[in-house]
């Protein structure tokens, strides 16, 4: 854990996790990167829009044996809506996403295209478009592409593996098994990113120190 | 909790200019005002109006912004959808709750489901689909859902006049529905809720009993029959075997009497024999195995101990044999048994009348010498042993039921069970009656 003053703003800012160079002031929303050299502003976040998700920067839970915390999150949105994806620092540093939208959650980690060895998604990788209803198979699995699509990053907040400001625009595609399991491709240039993960549910994280919104029962979980 | 987030976001209609309240902010895409009916696009900071209405709204059988708990969990109603195939209609309420996501609350005929999307996806076909270990019978297919009117906030673009293809699965109490568009395939289910139930949640008055039945609706004679026919089974059972026990009887006094050689009238006193139930059936069963050629009057005399009320009965055993020209012939039974029909609780004795007789063949004269069984005619039964003969008395109880008893029990027993299940072959045959597939739901469980 290390601590800074924020260039910007002079508040103190903190990195909790060593191998995340992004951080968002949260006073002065600047985006702020760790280098060798010290620690620069990248950009200007925007304001979060109002929502009720039920996750906030502290919520902790455990998923697969091991226990989490959100440090961090990037809202993104396309054409037809928006979701936030939390990132959350794992025990012995690992981090995952946990992903939000349309009520339901979803707990993915990246891996290496190399390691997957698909074809399909070499290709979508290397720039072709994502066809929704193609197939992927990824570890014996075959997972269908359920969506593919342009998304923006309307806004982010704490600790972040890269620097997203609002604006910044990918190209995202979903896939899906029957079994639960989820999948996403994010591609940006030459450059492309898998996650893979599957649906979960509050209460299979153990969430706790969720956020409380007014008028509602704060689940008890963990 | 001071520092709870706030729950909703008002924004005002574009079009009327009416309060509008944003319970799903982040989460919502498009809202239909509840005043005006409008589409509005809300999925951006800057709320848009994309269809524009002037029209009185819809009044709801639930207003937007009820809550009420299903499951041990509370929900909010934030949109109302209005849908039909070929004529169908039906609606549909989007629930949600911020921690718990959203769910559906259906209404068709007046029954009401909960319903909600699935992330894993069923497996099999038309021969049946299959989902977390449960079996679904398909029902119908290849319809067309189009949403008729639409109000309050959704997770996607909706509109008037949107169209789905739907194939719908189920099984008692669930249905398994697929809705494809032409840009994905989701999978819904949804669990029918007792008009109890959903009275007590959101305070509508359910009808409970929609007719035809919902495809999914359970027979309500169900749970009665499941339980019915095992207690029919088990009574039946336990019938049969009393049935079989109580003809054998249970022996309250048993014993011999000895009977004269000079045929005069005996009487013996026994006892006590106890009879414990309110009523019950005795019988008296002797047996005189000397006995032949001859006959045993016995009348029996009951006494209640108590108040000397008696009861009497009686019954001869006879046994005679000989030779003819067809050879060796007998007739007649050593024993004998007499019953009393309805005997009540008390300490008895039995009182035992009974004589010894010999029969004499009139047609064969002592002194016929040339008769065949000649010296048979001076054979007295009565005298034959070294011992006196004896009659073996044995006091049976024999339970109360008859034949007659028995079949009325069994009456009683399927008579409720036959009636059931005539109605639940009804109830089923007219929930099948509108699938697409005959046959279809059939219960295998």
Redesign the interface.
């Known amino acids: 854990m290390l601590t800074l003053d924020c260039p910007n703003c002079g508040a103190p800012v903190t990195f909790r996790s060593a191998s995340l160079p992004n951080r968002v002031c949260d006073h002065c929303r600047s985006m702020l990167v760790r280098s060798d050299a010290g620690v620069g502003v990248a950009g200007q976040e925007a304001a979060l829009p109002f929502d009720v998700s039920p996750i906030q920067i502290g919520t902790r839970g455990r998923f697969a044996g091991a226990s989490f915390e959100v440090i961090g999150r990037v809202r993104w949105s396309w054409t037809d809506g928006s979701w936030n994806e939390w990132l959350c620092l794992f025990e012995g540093g690992r981090h995952g996403w946990l992903g939000e939208a349309m009520g339901d959650f979803m707990m993915t980690f990246e891996r290496p295209l190399a390691e997957i060895g698909s074809a399909e998604l070499d290709r979508i990788a290397r720039g072709a478009p994502a066809i929704p209803g193609r197939k992927a198979e990824i570890d014996d699995e075959e997972l269908t592409i359920a969506d593919a699509r342009e998304v923006s990053c309307i806004a982010a907040e704490g600790e972040l593996p890269f620097t997203a400001l609002p604006g910044w625009t990918i190209y995202s595609v979903d896939l899906k098994a029957g079994s639960g399991r989820a999948a996403s491709l994010q591609r940006e240039g030459n450059e492309a990113w898998f996650y893979d993960g599957r649906y979960v549910t509050l209460a299979d994280l153990g969430a706790t120190n969720l956020r409380a919104i007014e008028g509602w029962t704060v689940p008890r979980y963990g | 909790?001071a520092?709870?987030?706030?729950?909703?976001?008002a924004l005002s209609c574009p079009n009327c200019g009416g309060t509008i309240t944003l319970?799903?902010?982040?989460?919502s895409?498009t809202v239909a005002c509840e005043y005006c009916a409008s589409i509005l696009d809300v999925?951006?900071?800057e709320v848009r109006l994309v269809t524009r209405y002037n029209e009185k709204a819809s009044r709801l059988a639930i207003p937007l912004g009820t809550r009420g708990t299903l499951d041990g969990t509370?929900w909010e109603t934030v949109g109302w959808m209005a849908r039909e195939d070929s004529g169908y209609p039906w609606q549909e309420f989007l629930l949600?709750?911020?921690?718990?996501?959203?769910r559906w609350l259906i209404e068709q005929r007046g029954g009401w489901s909960l319903g909600e999307?699935l992330?894993?996806?069923?497996?099999g076909g038309w021969g049946g689909v299959t989902v977390d270990g449960e079996r679904y019978q398909p029902f119908f297919a290849e319809g067309r859902a189009v949403v008729t009117d639409v109000v309050g906030e959704f997770?996607?673009?909706v509109k008037r006049g949107d169209s789905v293809r739907t194939d719908d699965w189920v099984r008692p109490g669930e249905m398994l529905s697929r809705e494809v568009d032409d840009?994905?395939v989701s999978w819904s289910r949804s669990r029918y809720l007792p008009a109890a139930e959903i009275a007590a949640a959101f305070g509508v008055s359910a009808q409970g009993k929609p007719w035809p039945p919902l495809p999914h609706q359970p027979s309500p004679v169900r749970p009665f029959l499941k339980g019915a026919i095992v207690i029919a089974l088990l009574a039946l059972a336990a019938l049969i075997v009393g049935a079989v026990l109580t003809t054998g009887g249970r022996t309250l006094w048993q014993g011999s009497v000895d009977i004269a050689a000079d045929g005069r009238d005996q009487e013996v006193t026994v006892g006590p024999i106890e009879l414990t139930r309110p009523y019950q059936r005795v019988r008296v069963v002797a047996e005189v195995p000397a006995l032949s050629n001859g006959w045993v009057d016995l009348d029996y005399t009951l006494v209640d101990r108590k108040n000397q009320r008696s009861f009497t009965a009686s019954k001869a055993a006879e046994r005679y044999s000989g030779r003819d020209s067809d050879g060796d012939w007998s007739e007649g039974d050593r024993g004998a048994t007499a019953d009393f029909a309805a005997l009540p609780s008390g300490t008895y004795d039995l009182v035992v009348d009974y004589k010894g007789n010999n029969w004499v063949d009139p047609s064969k004269s002592g002194s016929n010498f040339w008769t065949f069984g000649a010296e048979e005619q001076t054979s007295d039964w009565r005298r034959g042993g070294i011992n006196a003969p004896q009659a073996n008395l044995r006091v049976v109880s024999r339970g109360g039921a008859g034949f007659g008893i028995f079949f009325l029990m069994l009456l009683l027993i399927l008579l409720p069970l036959g009636v059931a299940l005539i109605f639940h072959a009804q109830f089923e045959s007219a929930r099948r009656g509108e699938s697409d597939f005959t046959g279809a739901g059939d219960e295998d469980d």
């Open positions: 909790m520092d709870a987030a706030p729950a909703a976001r319970r799903a902010a982040g989460h895409v999925s951006q900071p509370e949600f709750n911020p921690y718990h996501g959203y999307q992330n894993v996806t069923p497996t997770y996607w673009r840009r994905e």
